[in-house]
Structure formats: C-alpha cells, structure tokens
T-cell receptor, first 114, second 114 residues
Framework: GDSVTQMEGPVTLSEEAFLTINCTYTATGYPSLFWYVQYPGEGLQLLLKATKADDKGSNKGFEATYRKETTSFHLEKGSVQVSDSAVYFCAPNAGGTSYGKLTFGQGTILTVHP | NAGVTQTPKFQVLKTGQSMTLQCAQDMNHEYMSWYRQDPGMGLRLIHYSVGAGITDQGEVPNGYNVSRSTTEDFPLRLLSAAPSQTSVYFC?????????????FGEGSRLTVL
C-alpha cells in the first residue's frame, strides 16, 4: 500500500529562517501529491499540491516540487513567519480506486519564534 | 460559508457507552470520510463514502459504524466506546468522488473515553 515518510519534528526556527520539511513516499502508479497544514485548534487545510512529475506547487510563500526520480515532495519556504507555526502533513493520492483516500504522514510540528 | 461542520467539539464517554459524531457539509460534495488523529501517527482513515447509500471501510474501521442516507450528512457511530478510541476525529469531504484528492476538513471532535 501507499506510505509516506516525513521529516521528524518538532522543528523550531527563528523568524525569517529558511524552512525545509522532507517528504518521501511510496505509491502505485503516478500519484498526486499534497501538503496539508493544521493550525492550532483547527482542521487540516490544503496548502499546495502537484499532480505530475516536475510540477511545482506553491502557496503562501511555500513551495514543493514533485520529484518522481527520488519519490520526494519536500516543502520549502524562504523566510518563515510566526504565523507559519503549525503542523504540516505530506500526503500522496494514488488515484484509481484510491481516490480521496489520502495516506497522511505523521505530521511535522513547526514552531517559529520571533 | 459553513463548509464541513462537526458536532460535538468535545465529548467525554465512559467505557461501553455509545454515541454518534455528526458531520454535515453544504458544498454538495459526493465524497465524505472520517479520520482519527493520534499523536505521532498522523491521520488514519476510518470509513469513507463516495455518494449517498455507499460506504466502505478504511484503514481502522473496527468499533465504528457509518451510514450515508443523504449527500449532506455522514455520521460516525461508536457502538461501545473503548479507551483506545480516545482521539481527535475529523470529517472531510471532497468533490468528484474524491478524484481530486483535495479534502475539506471540519474542525474536529475531541473524544475522551474513560
């Protein structure tokens, strides 16, 4: 079955630091790839996605590139803010009969200090 | 916009009690699902539905029942609560029977079983 390995947290950074959260996956076929974010006390929400190899998803200053050759989808941001403090989840969606049945990583807690 | 609404937000049960977690969405989404979130384990799929009258099991279905009599509602029933079911539960919906993989989440229901 599908699986995903995320960089273990928690990650603590100072404001304006560079962020990388690693994500690698195993999936059948050619999955779409997603990053979801969970702010304190809230449900998850879609941050960005990529649907095919070499696609770059981006949103709110975050970016991730679909690397088929390394089965990776690392999340990056050049300058984090305190408001980026949240839990980040990587999730492949294999499609086929697995539509909507995302496999979530364990989540990476990010804390940004002023 | 209401989106996905879950009730109750908090619940404490005693072992052996039963209860229903309610989930309603107003986006006319065909796909709905229930996840549980436990520390260090990410989100795990309990049950899902690709349309009214259709339900199927996810990764961790034991101890839970669901039904989908309308497009809008997808209640999750705990028949006889156990301490292992202490968790945060999230309902999520998606259009296109979940093909897009883009899930819209509720704010969650925190359940404690004593």
């Amino acid at each position: 079955g599908d699986s995903v390995t995320q960089m273990e947290g928690p990650v603590t950074l100072s404001e304006e630091a560079f962020l990388t959260i690693n994500c690698t996956y195993t999936a059948t076929g050619y999955p779409s790839l997603f990053w979801y974010v969970q702010y304190p006390g809230e449900g998850l929400q879609l941050l960005l996605k990529a649907t095919k190899a070499d696609d770059k998803g981006s949103n709110k200053g975050f970016e991730a590139t679909y690397r088929k050759e390394t089965t990776s989808f690392h999340l990056e941001k050049g300058s984090v803010q305190v408001s980026d403090s949240a839990v980040y989840f990587c999730a492949p969606n294999a499609g086929g009969t697995s539509y909507g049945k995302l496999t979530f990583g364990q989540g990476t807690i990010l804390t940004v200090h002023p | 916009n209401a989106g996905v609404t879950q009730t109750p937000k908090f619940q404490v049960l005693k072992t052996g009690q039963s209860m229903t977690l309610q989930c309603a969405q107003d986006m006319n989404h065909e796909y709905m699902s229930w996840y549980r979130q436990d520390p260090g384990m990410g989100l795990r799929l309990i049950h899902y539905s690709v349309g009214a009258g259709i339900t199927d099991q996810g990764e961790v279905p034991n101890g839970y029942n669901v039904s989908r009599s309308t497009t809008e509602d997808f209640p999750l029933r705990l028949l006889s609560a156990a301490p292992s079911q202490t968790s945060v539960y999230f309902c999520a919906s998606s259009r296109d029977r979940g093909k897009t993989g883009e899930l819209f989440f509720g704010e969650g229901s925190r359940l404690t079983v004593l």
